[in-house]
């Protein structure tokens, strides 16, 4: 059980909008701390894909967009690609005293 | 260029401990911290705990305490993640993975590591 909450999977076709949801608590989005979010391709290691909730890393496309409401957390793809067949995660930080990094428990987004 | 070079996969017995190494490249080393994450087969990103090199101080997930201890060599800049008494299911690709903090809270992960997997079986 993840303490930040996304969808197991979600889909579209290519040149469809997606988005991906990541519900946290006031022990971490509610308690102000950011919200990154990472892409894994296929057998490969995370990429950092947007932080501080909105902010694209140089090189990332501006069809990968990021937001938030309340202590949600979405990262939104517009105009799908194949190649952005991949898991999603978000991240964020938490102020309990059992775990400081947390993780949700990823998405996998199929392109249709 | 920044980049987190891991040490290669391990094979090991429930019982024993593996070491995993992270060397760092392409940035001032003293000025990020490292973090470490396990990523069971088929499964989500797991924190483990994480290293300021500047302050030497770890601090690690509950789940972790007292199995795991992560340290840092300034002089080569290199990262180590040590877990003890392996299980069959600490089988798992490690990661490392860089950040910074600002004003004290670690902020994003910018560079991972390519993964490190560690089998354990009898």
């Known amino acids: 059980q993840s303490v930040l909450t996304q969808p197991p999977s979600v889909s579209g076709a290519p040149g469809q909008r997606v988005t991906i949801s990541c519900t946290g608590s006031?022990?971490?989005?509610?308690?102000?701390?950011?919200v990154h979010w990472y892409q894994q391709l296929p057998g490969r290691a995370p990429k950092l894909l947007i932080y501080?909730?909105?902010n694209r890393p140089s090189g990332v496309p501006d069809r990968f967009s990021g937001s938030k409401s309340g202590t949600t957390a979405s990262l939104a793809i517009s105009g799908l690609q194949a190649e952005d067949e991949a898991d999603y995660y978000c991240?964020?930080?938490?102020?309990?005293?059992?775990?400081?990094?947390?993780f949700g428990g990823g998405t996998k987004l199929t392109v249709l | 260029q920044v980049q987190l070079v891991q040490s290669g996969a391990e094979v090991k017995k429930p019982g024993s401990s593996v070491k995993v190494s992270c060397k760092a490249s392409?940035?001032?080393?003293?000025?990020?911290?490292i973090t470490w994450v396990r990523q069971a087969p088929g499964q989500g990103l797991e924190w483990m705990g994480g290293?300021?090199?500047?302050?030497?101080?770890?601090n690690y997930a509950q789940m972790f305490q007292g199995r795991v201890t992560i340290t840092a060599d300034e002089s080569t800049s290199t990262a180590y993640m040590e877990l003890k008494s392996l299980r069959p299911e600490d089988t798992a690709v490690f990661y490392c993975?860089?950040?910074?903090?600002?004003?004290?809270?670690?902020?994003?992960?910018?560079?991972w590591g390519q993964g490190t997997l560690v089998t354990v079986s009898s």
């Open positions: 006031i022990s971490n989005i509610g308690a102000g701390y950011d």
């Open positions: 993975a860089r950040f910074e903090t600002k004003f004290g809270v670690p902020q994003s992960l910018d560079y």
């Open positions: 991240q964020s930080y938490d102020s309990s005293l059992s775990v400081n990094w947390v």
């Open positions: 290293i300021i090199p500047m302050s030497t101080t770890a």
């Open positions: 392409g940035g001032t080393f003293s000025n990020y911290g």
């Open positions: 501080g909730y909105t």
